[in-house]
């Protein structure tokens, strides 16, 4: 189980900024400790457990950066144009059989290795070939078109770093460096639940009052492309009780309890009752929009406790949620860096309003303008469960606490959704 300290999330504000969930939880909560070892083929996605040291320099050896004729320099005539012998063909894969000797030259490829003495590759489209010679132009300097040995990396440096979280191009570096499998933390597990006596599930007969549940599918599918394991738990009726159990269930077998609806204030939310029932809910309210009543806290096990996330009923508040809470907090728990997430600046081609105060989210799609510029535009339905503002749209807009007023032309910043998704 993870390692959560029981005062994690201690704090008591009414509003929690969006910064300093992220501050709580960057010191507060531990990563999972167990390890296992994977091979290079089942690394995408999961965590470095340690640093990788190269065990090699790469590359390996000296090689020629292009096809054409290696050289030494100091044979080269510095205004006019230099006649060499080509004494020896190199191939990738293949070592040169002797050193290149003065006034000799050795025709190479890509890739293959330098002659012993040539530090200097000249690109075949840039000389003459004259029966054994070549004739090659003045003015090349010392060293081009050659890669050194370690130039990428030196033996014995950090390959990649603890707390990575793998992707294509780090498994292909770990594979250069002659690695099979690396050290990853285990995968979290997280249980999900969607709670409200007016969701059914998809497929079943819909009540004339009820809904079909979306939020599960969503959520699950977050979760997952963050690397983590999800245990779908199904639906919850609106019993205080029952959700406690549930909770407590949930808590005893798995890293992270996430559940969507039933954490506002109406008589029949009862997930914040639930929680404090059988752990510790120690804030309940984000100050962001859409999804302020989102809660946090801790549930007490046999072992470790878990976390608790409860995240409002509406899809659109789910996924601001998720991106701005639950994420962050998942990373840290599966040791990975959290890198702080960075808008990119567009233009905005809509006014807005907000009160201070808050962190803002605003859905939009992105469109090139007829300046060239790139333009962010709102959607028109700003309902928290509008689904289709989320799959008509390109990402948020996020707007900072300081923020009041969004006019045309501004810049804003924008997150993707692949961007809040990885």
């Avoid at 019993?239 to 159990?245: F, G, H, K």
């Avoid at 969507?260 to 109406?266: K, L, R």
């Avoid at 510790?280 to 999804?291: D, E, N, Q, S, T």
């Amino acid at each position: 189980m993870a390692q959560l300290t029981d005062d994690c999330f201690a704090f008591s504000g009414p509003l929690l900024p969006v910064d300093e969930v992220e501050r709580i939880i960057r010191q507060r909560v531990t990563p999972v400790g167990e390890v296992e070892t994977v091979p290079l083929h089942a690394a995408d996605g999961r965590v470095l457990a340690g640093d990788v040291l190269a065990p090699i320099d790469l590359p390996p050896f000296d090689n020629s950066a292009v096809d054409g004729y290696a050289v030494r320099h100091m044979d080269l005539h510095a205004k006019d144009e230099t006649r060499l012998t080509v004494v020896e063909r190199v191939t990738a894969g293949r070592a040169a059989t002797h050193a290149l000797g003065r006034g000799a030259a050795a025709r190479i490829f890509t890739g293959a290795p330098m002659p012993p003495g040539a530090d200097t590759v000249f690109m075949q489209e840039d000389v003459r070939r004259d029966g054994d010679a070549v004739i090659v132009p003045a003015g090349l300097k010392s060293g081009a078109n050659r890669r050194l040995a370690g130039e990428d990396l030196r033996a014995g440096s950090i390959a990649l770093p603890a707390g990575r979280r793998l992707a294509a191009q780090h498994i292909a570096l770990a594979a250069a460096i002659g690695l099979t499998a690396l050290d990853v933390f285990r995968r979290v597990r997280v249980a999900v639940f969607s709670t409200g006596d007016e969701i059914v599930e998809p497929g079943k007969p819909r009540p004339d009052a009820a809904l079909f549940d979306a939020n599960r599918y969503l959520l699950t599918g977050l979760i997952e492309r963050l690397g983590a394991t999800a245990t779908d738990l199904g639906i919850l009726p609106d019993d205080p009780e029952r959700l406690a159990r549930a909770i407590a269930a949930a808590a005893a077998e798995h890293d992270l309890v996430v559940t969507s609806g039933g954490v506002s204030t109406g008589e029949a939310d009862h997930v914040r009752h639930a929680v404090e029932a059988v752990g510790r809910l120690v804030f309940w309210r984000v100050a962001i929009k859409p999804g302020r009543p989102v809660a946090m806290g801790v549930i007490p096990g046999a072992g470790a406790s878990a976390a608790f996330v409860g995240l409002p009923g509406n899809p659109a508040a789910v996924y601001v949620t998720f991106a701005r809470v639950v994420r962050p907090l998942l990373l840290r728990l599966a040791g990975a860096e959290a890198p702080p997430l960075v808008a990119l600046p567009v233009r905005a081609a809509f006014a807005y309003r907000k009160k201070a105060g808050r962190r803002e989210y605003v859905r939009v799609k992105l469109v090139r303008a007829a300046d060239g510029a790139v333009e962010a535009i709102k959607h028109a339905q700003e309902g928290a469960g509008i689904i289709t503002s989320l799959t008509e749209t390109d990402g948020l807009v996020e707007l900072l606490e300081g923020t009041t007023a969004v006019t045309p032309g501004a810049t804003v910043g924008f997150l993707s959704y692949a961007t809040l998704a990885a």
